[in-house]
Structure formats: structure tokens, C-alpha cells
């Protein structure tokens, strides 16, 4: 892999982005702040999709399913790169004016896993939500190990969590339409973990924190750690048998997978690096700024 810094252009949005998704369908970046809704082309090329000017409407914005993103595009920001979907629109909005939601003393991520099966995430409390009679309710609940979650993944094929703590640990938690399984103890990480993903035929999975990148390899039972590499991380995307590495003010580092992590190449940019996004079948990276408020596009 050989990354191309091909363009760097202002961004016509806010420094506060309120939304960034990778279409791959489309081929283009979905990017909104309050105000505006674009898509932006690998080519730099942007189609304005929503705008308004009035500031009641701009700051009623309700998250990814506002009624403002129209339902085709809803449709394919709904898979996750962390492995969960959202859930359909109508469903969140059902679950608002629930008093499951409504009497909730920490505000729950509602996701959905394979098998149809729905998770609340809350603080320390991971819950399996079913409607019974019209009513949401919490049909299993289980507590989280260690210190507290900040990060987690779903695998590709099974109903496994994988989640990272602000302390460093890393668990798996297995579960069905019915409840949890046993935790698992994958590992003791060196630093806080910020971002977990599994490859696409979900047999290695790749933890990143602060000062490291790990990969362990998944047998659909256990975790073996299989390599290790020390480096400066914001966050990392994959690419076919590459890590693109995030390290915010440091620049990009690629890391060729194989059977161990290698460093096969690194580039420095103008800017210091907030969020990455990637079309794979495009061969596109875009890398946005909030310190000088430009985007980045990268091909490889």
C-alpha cells in the first residue's frame, strides 16, 4: 500500500461535525454539522444535500436518525464499522417515549446484533431489550468486568462483544436473544483502550490504545495475542491486509498484517489528524481537521 495525499480542501462545515459516515453504495463521505448535509466525491466534488438557515431548525438536530437524513441514507449509515446496526428509525423513536427510556438514569446506546437481538448499553449495564404487550422492557441484564467500558465491537459472525475499559482490560461477552454467557478475559491491555475491530471473516481481532496496536488471533473460542507494535494512535481503519493508523499530530503510519504487524510506511501531514474514514472500494481516506478545519483525501 502507497498512500497519495491527492487533495486537501476547506471544510464548509462547522468545526463540530455532528455526523461523518463512509457510503460505500454511493462511493462518497456523508458529513453534517447543524446546518448542512453534503456528500463529498474521492474527487473532492461536494452535492449539498439538506441546508437551512433558520437556528430553531439547525439546533432541533436529533442525532442520526433526525428526520432531516431521508431514508435510503439512514438505511446505509445503519451498519456500523464496530459491527452493530442501528436500529430502524421508527424503532428509536419508539424506544424515546418509552418509560424504559424515559425513567433511565443514564441515557442507553440502543444497538442491534445479529438474530434481529436488540442491546442497551449504560454505563457499566449491558441489557437485552425485548417489547412485550407495546412495553420496552430489559428481558437480561449483565454488569460489565473490570473499570469502565469505553469501547466495543461486535464479531461478524456470532452474537460476541468485545469491549475495552478506561483501565486497560479487554473482555468478551457472549450472548443470545435470551440472555449472557460466561465473560472472558481476553487480555490486560498496556494503556486505556480507544478503538476495537475484527476482520471481515471475524478471526483476528485488532485493539488499539494509547501507545499500541494489538492483534490476537479468534478460534471461535478463545483469543491468542499474536503481535504487538508500539505507536502513537488516534484511531486506525482496515484495509484489505493493512492497518492505516491514525496518530492525530503524527501523521499516518500503514502496517502490513500478516502473521506479525510491520511498519511499511508513514506520511506526515499539514494538519493534526481528529477523525479517519475510509471506501474501500474507492481506495479513498478522508482525515479531517478541527484545528484548521480542512479535509484531507488520501488514495492508495
Not at 43 to 54: P, V, Y
Request: contains cysteine; hydrophobic residues 40%.
Amino acid at each position: 500500500m502507497k498512500l497519495t495525499l491527492s487533495k486537501v480542501i476547506p471544510s464548509p462545515l462547522d468545526t463540530q461535525l455532528q455526523l461523518t459516515h463512509a457510503l460505500e453504495s454511493t462511493g462518497s463521505f456523508l458529513m453534517a454539522d447543524r446546518w448542512k448535509i453534503l456528500l463529498l466525491r474521492p474527487n473532492g466534488a461536494m452535492d449539498l444535500i439538506w441546508q437551512t438557515t433558520d437556528e430553531d431548525i439547525a439546533y432541533k438536530w436529533r442525532g442520526f436518525f433526525d428526520d432531516r437524513l431521508t431514508d435510503s441514507v439512514y438505511d446505509e449509515i445503519r451498519q456500523l464499522p464496530n459491527g452493530f446496526r442501528l436500529l430502524p428509525k421508527e424503532d428509536y423513536q419508539r424506544m424515546e417515549a418509552s418509560d424504559l427510556y424515559k425513567k433511565a438514569s443514564t441515557l442507553p446506546l440502543l444497538y442491534e446484533a445479529h438474530d434481529g437481538t436488540w442491546l442497551a448499553f449504560a454505563g457499566k449495564k449491558i441489557a437485552v431489550i425485548k417489547w412485550v404487550a407495546g412495553h420496552a422492557g430489559e428481558h437480561a441484564i449483565t454488569k460489565t468486568k473490570g473499570k469502565d467500558p469505553i469501547c466495543r465491537a461486535l464479531h461478524p459472525q456470532q452474537n460476541l462483544i468485545v469491549y475495552g475499559t478506561n483501565h486497560g482490560e479487554l473482555f468478551a461477552q457472549p450472548f443470545d436473544q435470551n440472555g449472557f454467557g460466561k465473560t472472558i478475559k481476553i487480555s490486560e491491555l498496556p494503556n486505556i483502550c480507544y478503538q476495537i475491530a475484527f476482520s471481515g471473516d471475524g478471526k483476528r481481532l485488532f485493539v488499539g490504545g494509547l501507545g499500541y496496536i494489538k492483534m490476537f488471533e479468534y478460534d471461535s473460542k478463545s483469543f491468542t495475542e499474536m503481535a504487538s507494535i508500539s505507536s502513537a494512535l488516534r484511531s486506525f481503519e482496515l484495509a484489505e491486509d493493512y492497518l492505516v493508523l491514525n496518530k492525530g499530530m503524527h501523521g499516518i503510519d500503514v502496517i502490513k498484517v500478516t502473521d506479525r504487524l510491520q511498519r511499511i510506511d508513514s506520511m506526515d501531514l499539514p494538519f493534526s489528524i481528529d477523525k479517519m474514514l475510509s471506501l474501500g472500494p474507492q481506495r479513498t481516506f478522508l482525515l479531517t481537521s478541527g484545528s484548521t478545519n480542512e479535509w484531507a483525501l488520501l488514495n492508495w
